[in-house]
């Protein structure tokens, strides 16, 4: 049985660590928000961020999805780790999922239907401007490099040119298949994104910490994340890179993995199409690996990733062409005014809000020397998810709107929540909660 399990061990030390934890982060995110308040008008507009670290802008404000938001996150206090302890895996999985989707709805709607749902992805530079225009979908991927550019007449609106052509060709074809527009955008987003909780919880049970599992699914229902979730195309990314590390914990954890590893394969190819930082997503693989002691899948998973490449190159997109054109164009736009000196702090500052408080608790736990040598499945993941974050904080290149690009990283995160004492899980949960509600009603986010 693995460390995190035992949760009677040295109680005092654990309760101190949790505490400093969550103090550091708290100092953090307090620093991040109130350092623009108190700069300088000229310095503060060059963060371009009205509501820094977060990317929004400070607007208190209620919604109908305020009392079902409340309620929820109620239940989940009250209700949430005794059900975690002792429903069937497969029940627990399926009301873990669908606490997921009724939370991040429910924060989305505290903006409203359209200003909090539907109207999210349909914004000039967002992936839905585009779509009227993909007429030619092997012309596109051919022509897509040509365009990605900032001053060209037919330049891609920023998001597009931001990714790899696999984001714009999804909802491409969900318009193809009569699901056009806002809300069919949003459910998309909303249903993929929220499956990387089960995804997580999979994965860890695949690596035999299902009881580590179990105490981390409700906070990974009731994630702050969620508030990125309901309308962010990274939750699509969230969710299908979450499912390749899930089904290659399964090839490595299970003798009969034959199908989940060349599938988690495919999955972790179609996420370096979604976005260029999913590559950072190796460190999960890695921690998988190791935690299963076993390279047994790598050779089938290597093979389904290679079949998405081969598929991209030959229809006519090379990805490093993509990425070096994109690193210029991001550097055309404000990326090139966002101070680096408060965006490398200030970016984990806002990796604080997704995740929150409890989380940050107990990663001191979860990212000890004794519990990484012991292979922990669970600390391992944390770590690499981890290392993912600050990989992507040291490149510069993403200097704000971190809470949303980094969900696919901040998924995993949510893992070491296991290590917190289960007496004290009610507590932590109560933390989470106030502090998403608080976020989602003092702040309109851009997403």
């Known amino acids: 049985m693995h460390d995190v399990i035992d949760a ?16 550091i982060a708290a ?110 979908i092997p012309a596109v991927l051919q022509g897509f490099s040509g365009r990605v550019l900032d001053f060209q007449a037919d330049s891609w609106t920023t998001h597009v040119a931001g990714h790899p052509p696999g984001a714009l060709l999804f909802f491409v074809l969900l318009d193809r298949i009569g699901l056009g527009g806002g809300a069919w955008a949003g459910l998309a987003c909303l249903l993929i994104g929220t499956s990387a909780v089960v995804a997580v919880a999979v994965a860890l049970r695949a690596l035999g910490a299902e009881g580590g599992a179990r105490a981390a699914l409700p906070f990974l229902a009731m994630a702050p994340a969620a508030i990125w979730i309901a309308a962010s195309a990274d ?14 914990a399964i090839a490595a954890g299970q003798a009969g993995g034959r199908v989940a590893a060349p599938a988690s394969g495919v999955l972790f190819g179609l996420g370096g199409y979604l976005s260029y930082g999913l590559v950072l997503m190796t460190f999960a693989a890695v921690a998988v690996l190791i935690s299963g002691r076993t390279i047994r899948p790598l050779l089938p998973a290597l093979a389904g990733g290679l079949t998405v490449v081969a598929a991209f190159t030959l229809s006519g997109f090379w990805w490093l062409d993509g990425y070096h054109l994109v690193v210029e164009r991001y550097y055309q736009g404000i990326a090139s005014e966002r101070p680096y000196g408060y965006w490398w702090w200030g970016n984990l500052a806002a990796t604080v809000c997704a995740v929150g408080l409890a989380t940050a608790a107990a990663l001191p736990r979860a990212l000890s020397p004794r519990v990484l040598r012991a292979l922990d499945p669970i600390a391992l993941l944390v770590a690499a998810g981890l290392c993912a974050v600050l990989a992507a904080d040291i490149s510069g290149l993403s200097k704000a709107e971190t809470e949303r690009i980094w969900l696919p990283f901040d998924m995993w995160l949510f893992a070491a929540t296991a290590f917190l004492p289960r007496a004290h899980a009610r507590g932590w949960l109560a933390v989470q909660a106030a502090g998403t509600l608080v976020l989602a009603h003092l702040l309109l986010t851009n997403w």
């Open 8 to 23: 009677t061990a040295r109680p005092r030390v654990r309760i101190r660590g949790n505490l400093v934890g969550a103090s």
């Open 27 to 136: 100092a953090l995110v307090l620093a991040a928000f109130a350092i623009p308040r108190i700069a300088s008008e000229q310095w503060r507009s060059t963060l371009y961020a009205g509501a820094a670290p977060i990317f929004g802008q400070w607007l208190p404000h209620i919604g109908w999805g305020t009392v079902p938001a409340l309620a929820i996150a109620a239940l989940v206090v009250a209700q949430g780790p005794e059900l975690a302890r002792r429903l069937p895996w497969r029940r627990l999985l399926a009301a873990a999922w669908v606490t997921a989707i009724a939370w991040a709805f429910a924060l989305a709607m505290i903006d409203g239907w359209r200003r909090g749902f539907t109207d999210r992805l349909t914004d000039r530079n967002e992936y839905l401007h585009e779509v009227p225009g993909v007429a030619d």
């Open 235 to 248: 939750a699509i990314f969230a969710g299908v890179t979450a499912w390749a590390v899930a089904l290659l």
